[in-house]
């Protein structure tokens, strides 16, 4: 048996996934299967380290340790092959206040900046927060994937859009954009003089077969922004990673940074994020398994039991895009069938924008048996009402 077939017990821990049920969809029994964290206790070697400086005992204000930057070095070289400066590297509370850092030092109020859609739902917020204007460039939903479409993009940039904010892997669709795909968007905003900046979240979370590549690894100029957070599952220690080779583009990052008043840093987030680069890998090597072995019972099982439910093939992340169009139900007729009658608390596709509506999406780090109760819950539900 796998460790992640144990899983952890999170209700009464003040978990928003879990013990805040009832508040965000009206009943306390459905199976959770929404906010992107996972029911998995962080690497051993993670929670040792947080413990050991817990025992210290003082916690006053913390300095500068260079241990946490040459971690984020050696974690890009080994992990992605990417070579990495040490002072392009900067850290911030999360990836989403860098992004809203990022497009404020690279845009004035009333620039456009695109966003490739449907996207995770602050993406659009960290446009309207700098003053610009969200210029949607929708993905394609194709036989072979979603695909940028890449003939939009260069009409964007070529009518003035100042960046784009890319999400790499891509939250909601679970693509892994190939490193051609990658050059192509480079190559665009260059010759169109735009940022680039890339929200690198889930970069780590690449499942078996495919392989993430740091658009800074391609684009000197570009922005990307990492964090253990999602790998790890230590998103309540609020710590992240920018990764700004420019050196212009850094400086503007910086004081934009500053100019928001930001402060300090979180000692326990900086030494999480140390610990798990430092030695979480052959975790995170069993976790991308696991992931993967329940990714492929999702698919069987559509395909198998309920194939009026399309899933998109889940390259990176833990969230799985399912198509529920055909179903005939609206956004929010949906949303509250799979709660009311299926017991299952999903993500809706509306979040992502107007591009997700009938699709939801799904959690799948979760012990498995979660998910298989969830699968069983569904056809059920949609066997008595007709629907499959």
Not at 97 to 103: G, H, P
Not at 190 to 197: C, F, K, M, P, S
Not at 299 to 306: G, H, K, M, N, Q
Request: net charge negative; aromatic share 8%.
């Amino acid at each position: 048996m796998s460790q992640f077939d144990v899983g952890v017990r999170r209700e009464g821990t003040h978990c928003l996934k879990w013990d805040e049920r009832k508040a965000v969809f009206g009943r306390e029994d459905v199976i959770p299967l929404w906010v992107a964290d996972m029911d998995f206790a962080a690497p051993e070697p993670v929670v040792r380290a947080l413990i050991e400086r817990a025992q210290h005992g003082a916690f006053g204000y913390s300095g500068h340790d260079p241990r946490d930057v040459q971690a984020v070095v050696r974690w890009m070289k080994q992990r992605h092959n990417v070579d990495v400066a040490e002072d392009a590297v900067l850290f911030s509370p999360g990836v989403v206040d860098s992004l809203r850092i990022a497009v404020a030092a690279v845009s004035k109020p009333g620039d456009a900046v695109v966003v490739l859609t449907p996207v995770y739902g602050p993406f659009y917020s960290a446009v309207e927060d700098a003053g610009c204007v969200i210029r949607r460039s929708p993905l394609l939903d194709t036989p072979n994937g979603w695909m940028i479409d890449f003939d939009d993009l260069e009409t964007a940039l070529r009518e003035g859009a100042r960046a784009v904010l890319l999400c790499n892997p891509h939250n909601p669709v679970g693509r892994v954009w190939t490193r051609e795909e990658l050059e192509r968007v480079s190559a665009l905003t260059r010759r169109w003089n735009a940022a680039l900046i890339a929200d690198e979240i889930h970069a780590d979370l690449e499942l078996p077969g495919f392989k993430n590549t740091s658009v800074t690894a391609v684009n000197p100029d570009a922005m990307a922004f990492i964090s253990a957070t999602k790998t790890f599952n230590l998103a309540a220690l609020r710590h992240s990673s920018a990764i700004i080779p420019n050196p212009e583009r850094r400086k503007a990052f910086q004081e934009e940074y500053n100019r928001r008043g930001i402060n300090g840093l979180n000692l326990f987030g900086a030494l999480a994020q140390r610990a798990a680069y430092e030695e979480g890998a052959p975790w995170l090597d069993e976790l991308l398994e696991y992931l993967d072995g329940t990714r492929r019972f999702v698919e069987s099982f559509l395909a198998e039991r309920l194939p009026v439910i399309r899933p998109s093939r889940l390259m990176g992340t833990y969230l799985m895009w399912l198509d529920m169009r055909k179903l005939g139900l609206e956004p929010d007729d949906l949303a509250r069938f799979l709660v009311e009658k299926a017991g299952l608390g999903m993500t809706s596709g509306s979040f992502f924008g107007p591009e997700g509506a009938g699709f939801m999406r799904l959690n799948i780090a979760t012990p498995r048996r979660n998910v298989e109760r969830a699968m069983e819950q569904l056809e059920t539900a949609l066997k008595d009402a007709g629907l499959c």
